[in-house]
């Protein structure tokens, strides 16, 4: 193979992550400021529908982060978007984006929503005072899986925060939330 053709090659591999996060990318973004809102209160309802836990965690939780629809793709380089809402009981009080970054062995696109439950005081200071908060860095986020659920109870609720990913759809190899950065934005 010819220099030509592995620079070709090359540039191919990396830019597909970005070419299909363009592609996918309308479904990420809300309209609106009231679609937002609208798809977070529905996002919240699938999510409820489909695990009782995350219902009794909503019932002592501080505040929801809500992201009804991340797109994420990858092909070696990964990478995703999607915006959210920071609800207080049912009502949205900010504004956020989440924006994801991977490498390794990836193929594929997806979509999916996610809720990060804040249980304490030092979760919500956390976000409100960080410019950005980093998946994995400063308050324990906890990823519940069906595992971790069963697990769970109003006296066994010990971290910071609590994620639920949902209504995954799409073909990828792996989904996880760290290396996730979240930060405000205007609406």
């Given at each position: 193979?010819d220099?030509n053709?592995?620079?070709?090659?090359?540039?191919?591999?990396?830019?597909?992550?970005?070419?299909?996060?363009?592609?996918?990318?309308?479904?990420?973004?809300?309209?609106?400021?009231?679609?937002?809102?609208?798809?977070?209160?529905?996002?919240?309802?699938?999510?409820?529908?489909?695990?009782?836990?995350?219902?009794k965690?909503?019932?002592?939780?501080k505040?929801?982060?809500?992201?009804?629809?991340?797109?994420?793709?990858?092909?070696?380089?990964g990478?995703?978007?999607?915006?959210?809402?920071?609800?207080?009981?049912?009502?949205?009080?900010?504004?956020?984006?989440?924006?994801?970054?991977?490498w390794?062995?990836?193929?594929g696109?997806?979509?999916?929503?996610?809720?990060v439950?804040?249980?304490?005081?030092?979760?919500m200071?956390?976000?409100?005072?960080?410019?950005?908060?980093e998946?994995?860095?400063?308050?324990?986020?906890?990823?519940?899986?069906?595992?971790?659920?069963?697990?769970?109870?109003?006296?066994?609720?010990?971290?910071?925060?609590?994620?639920?990913?949902?209504n995954?759809?799409?073909?990828?190899?792996?989904?996880?939330?760290?290396?996730?950065?979240?930060?405000?934005?205007?609406?």
């Amino acid at each position: 193979m010819d220099l030509n053709r592995r620079s070709l090659l090359a540039f191919a591999v990396a830019s597909a992550p970005v070419g299909s996060i363009g592609l996918l990318g309308n479904r990420a973004v809300a309209a609106t400021a009231e679609d937002l809102n609208r798809d977070a209160a529905q996002a919240l309802q699938t999510l409820y529908r489909s695990n009782p836990v995350a219902v009794k965690i909503s019932k002592i939780a501080k505040a929801e982060l809500v992201f009804p629809n991340i797109v994420k793709a990858g092909l070696i380089f990964g990478g995703g978007y999607g915006e959210g809402v920071l609800m207080e009981g049912s009502k949205v009080v900010e504004y956020y984006n989440s924006i994801n970054g991977s490498w390794g062995l990836q193929a594929g696109a997806q979509s999916y929503g996610y809720v990060v439950f804040l249980m304490t005081d030092k979760a919500m200071s956390y976000l409100q005072k960080s410019k950005g908060w980093e998946i994995g860095v400063g308050p324990t986020v906890v990823l519940v899986n069906e595992g971790v659920a069963k697990n769970l109870s109003s006296t066994t609720l010990q971290d910071d925060a609590y994620a639920f990913i949902f209504n995954q759809q799409g073909l990828m190899a792996s989904l996880s939330i760290e290396g996730t950065k979240i930060s405000r934005i205007k609406r």
